[in-house]
């Protein structure tokens, strides 16, 4: 019979992932744990487990020792891809395979032991609002094998090893369309602008001009 924990998730309020987080408060709920889910961390109260998923928010040491593990979904090849937005910037720099890694917190960005990972494979043609429900299936497959599979899932954690890069914060200025390159060369930057947060867009004549993107069904 599984063990019954106490877990909470963390994500920030205006995250995209907040319906993968429902989701998978509902899924721990329906495996019998005890769940809270927050927009910050609970730096008074103790979790067996707390996964931080699209949270911003850096964790002293001290904090995370409240836990029993501190658990993170980025969607990279760790130590490769640290950062901000990192299922963003791979797919504009042409990358079809992405990997999910589920990892656990440690004080610094992005660094500790991996424990569980998935490929996502896609094909060229999503647009965000895919590319993300992909991500967060992922997210809440890893989270729940995880608890699942606990404790035993602590025997295949592995140390990130290799070189390690960082992706930077994306802004909206990052959406800018070059009127002097064709919508192929740019059908990535396309395919990862968000219409209402961070829509693509371009000026012509000191007027800016928005262009938003959807499928035709």
Known sequence: MMDK???????????????????????????????????????????????????????????????????????????????????????????????????????????????LQEELHFDGTELIDELRKAVGRATCELCTAFVRDYPNVLDDGREQRGKESFYPRRRPEDSRLDLDKSIREQINLLRVVDNERYPAFFEWKGQRYRVLIEKDR
């Open 5 to 115: 924990y106490s877990i909470a998730i963390v994500t920030d309020k205006s995250s995209w992932s907040k319906p993968y987080v429902e989701q998978l408060s509902a899924d721990f709920r329906n495996m019998g744990h005890k769940v809270a889910c927050r927009y910050n961390f609970d730096k008074e109260n103790s979790y067996d487990f707390v996964f931080l998923l699209s949270c911003q928010e850096l964790i002293r040491k001290e904090h995370l020792a409240l836990n029993h593990h501190n658990l993170v979904v980025h969607a990279s090849a760790l130590p490769q891809g640290k950062g901000w937005s990192p299922l963003t910037w791979q797919i504009l720099e042409g990358k079809s395979t992405i990997p999910v890694t589920l990892f656990e917190a440690t004080e610094h960005v992005d660094a500790g032991r991996i424990y």
